[in-house]
């Protein structure tokens, strides 16, 4: 699809958009007008980009979900001074079921499911080729995918490897409806369910995506996010071989330096996607609450301690050194100052970590070794290379040197079976509460979550 033409009919787009961020807490409406968007091709095609804008919110990609991840995850590495409730209640580990950071994302990710769900079930509107069609599906899979993996990851008790994984998880809704406001009962699929639904998307996306595709999703973001997915699963070797297919067809490179994987007006060559952020669209709560009040930000909401610096062995790395001192004397990270940047969903970085820890956990060498993977990493950012023999435990604190404050903590604390804070991995106290307005519309849901009443 030519991207020229996809950027023209924004004008389209902001024409039958209405805003809902407002109204999610009552009655989450559906923000694009389903006769109208399903009535021709080009309304589908303003349709799609409206979920790359919908899933993009602050609310969700935009910041939220990878902040609720790392505030949930985080012990003693960093603090909330924030004046909010809603992240207080994370870090604490003290969710209330009103929490509005979690009903504003579980919302947002079923608005935007249900936009994948409309374009999905009216494909046949799409005549003009095959291939169009093909790659409109590919692209409705990957964002029905990416929002289901963040819902079942943060609202379920953790994937095991080698169980059966009939635990709750979420509602799995695969029909669209042009009327959202309506109640729309579902059952609690299975963990099980929700990842099998995931992979099936992204294996689609993957064989139906072209491999350049502009600014949006391509066969290797969905490649990258299958790699996350399996990582998660705890199944090693294919998260490996995925990370490995990644970083030799993508065409994806690191920069030269660590800093300039961040805070970058467009693609930087180590994105593999990137939500868009300019100064007219796009949201960054990463902005918001991790930012200086001149960088855009609240002036620190989300601060460094000094245990989050002393997990550096090397004082010269630049990771240990990319923060700066914000409006009230606090350690800040560097990775936000940019208030118009784009949000990197994949880099290439993470790429090299999972191929590392596969070939670790599967005794193998794919691609490269464990320690030419990390020490590429290492080398970019100054630090003293790493010699074999490694360890996951090795890779995992690598994967916070490099990751940290992208929303990978509490998650890889999970897969691992590590504690958090005190709490053991699969604490229900680790767990969102399912929002109290799908509680009440939803007949089929069932009892919420362990700790959160019925």
Not at 33 to 51: F, H, R, T
Not at 318 to 338: C, M, P, Q, V
Not at 421 to 449: F, R
Request: net charge negative; hydrophobic share 40%; glycine share 8%.
């Amino acid at each position: 699809m030519n991207n020229i033409y996809r950027f023209s009919i924004l004008l389209l787009l902001t024409l039958i958009i209405f805003s809902c961020e407002d109204n999610l807490e009552i009655d989450p409406e559906q923000s694009i007008d389903g006769s109208q968007a399903l009535s021709s091709e080009q309304n589908l095609d303003a349709l799609l980009l409206g979920i790359y804008q919908e899933s993009g919110q602050g609310v969700s990609f935009g910041g939220d979900i990878q902040i609720m991840a790392d505030l949930l995850g985080a012990s003693d590495q960093i603090s909330w001074f924030g004046t909010f409730v809603a992240p207080r209640q994370l870090i604490q580990k003290s969710l209330l079921v009103d929490n509005t950071f979690v009903r504003d994302t579980w919302f947002n990710n079923y608005e935007s499911i249900n936009q994948t769900n409309l374009i999905i079930d009216n494909l046949d509107i799409i005549t003009s080729s095959d291939d169009k069609k093909a790659q409109v599906e590919g692209e409705a899979k990957f964002l029905r995918a990416i929002n289901y993996f963040e819902l079942i990851r943060l609202w379920a008790l953790p994937y095991e490897a080698g169980a059966t994984n009939n635990q709750a998880g979420v509602p799995l809704r695969l029909t669209g409806y042009e009327d959202y406001s309506q109640p729309l009962p579902a059952e609690r699929a299975s963990v099980e369910e929700i990842y099998a639904q995931i992979l099936n998307d992204l294996g689609d996306a993957y064989t139906k995506l072209p491999t350049s595709n502009g600014v949006f999703a391509t066969k290797y973001a969905a490649q990258a996010i299958r790699a996350r997915v399996y990582l998660q699963m705890q199944n090693y070797a294919s998260a490996r071989d995925a990370a490995d297919d990644v970083i030799e067809n993508s065409g994806a490179s690191l920069t030269e330096s660590f800093a300039g994987a961040f805070n970058n007006d467009a693609n930087s060559p180590e994105d593999i996607f990137a939500f868009q952020v300019t100064n007219q669209t796009g949201e960054s709560d990463f902005i918001t609450f991790y930012a200086s009040q001149d960088n855009g930000g609240r002036g620190g909401d989300i601060v460094l301690n000094p245990d989050y610096f002393a997990l550096f062995p090397d004082a010269d790395d630049e990771r240990a050194n990319y923060s700066y001192i914000g409006d009230y004397g606090d350690d800040l990270t560097g990775k936000y100052t940019n208030q118009f940047a784009n949000i990197p969903l994949i880099r290439l970085a993470e790429m090299y970590l999972i191929r590392a820890e596969g070939n670790i956990i599967e005794t193998t060498s794919i691609g490269q070794t464990p320690e030419e993977d990390i020490n590429m990493l290492r080398l970019r950012s100054g630090a003293i290379t790493v010699t074999a023999p490694l360890t996951q435990d090795d890779i995992l604190l690598e994967r916070q040197l490099e990751l940290a404050f992208e929303g990978f903590l509490l998650h890889d604390l999970k897969r691992t079976k590590n504690d958090i804070d005190g709490l053991p991995y699969n604490d229900p106290t680790l767990v969102l509460p399912i929002p109290q307005n799908e509680m009440d519309t939803n007949d089929l849901i069932g009892d919420n979550n362990p700790g959160y009443g019925s």
